[in-house]
């Protein structure tokens, strides 16, 4: 009997192991990890910028291959002040149970600029490879390339400048039955 009972504790100490890592595996599939993310401003802009933000990170770590940090908070919020406006901000903190959080802080206005939404995007996918900088070991080789800006065409609506007559005074022509003077004193030719 007593080895019965034993083996019945056994099968029993499995199934619940089993059962632990069966639900653990479907809470991960169907919820994968993602950051924290607080928005503020209005409520459609910040639901975008929130499912951005979401997308941007998880796929940032999936194609450097890492794994996310356990906690990570962003903030994006109207300015963010380090000793001068600066358009994100990186805290790290460890806690007393040995845990890391990240608390990354995006700006929606740097200075006097507004940033756009793909504008935050890009400086949240800037700041976090400082959040995963131990996980990818030091920076061999960086190159940074000047992207070269073409010049902006402007189409004026009306001239800048007051355009010269069509004539000068030695080229007008003498006046006849067709040219008709006009209020201002400009010549035009009028038709039969």
């Known amino acids: 009997m007593a080895r019965w009972a034993a083996r019945i504790r056994s099968a029993a100490q499995r199934c619940v192991t089993l059962m632990k890592a069966g639900w653990s595996a479907t809470v991960h599939r169907l919820r994968p990890w993602k950051p924290v993310v607080i928005v503020d401003a209005k409520h459609g802009r910040a639901r975008r910028l929130r499912r951005a933000l979401v ?11 890492v794994a996310p940090p356990e906690h990570l908070l962003v903030v994006v919020q109207r300015v963010v002040l380090s000793d001068r406006p600066v358009a994100s901000l990186l805290q790290v903190f460890d806690g007393r149970d040995g845990r890391r959080r990240h608390v990354l802080y995006l700006a929606f206005v740097v200075g006097d600029d507004s940033m756009s939404d793909g504008a935050i995007v890009s400086t949240l996918r800037q700041q976090l490879d400082e959040v995963v900088g131990e996980a990818l070991g030091p920076v061999v080789r960086a190159v940074p390339v000047t992207a070269a800006r073409p010049p902006a065409s402007v189409v004026p609506l009306r001239p800048v400048a007051s355009e010269p007559p069509p004539f000068d005074d030695d080229d007008v022509p003498p006046l006849d039955d067709s040219w008709v003077p006009m209020d201002s004193g400009a010549v035009a030719a009028a038709e039969r």
């Open 55 to 65: 997308r941007a990170t998880r796929a940032q770590f999936k194609a450097l291959g």
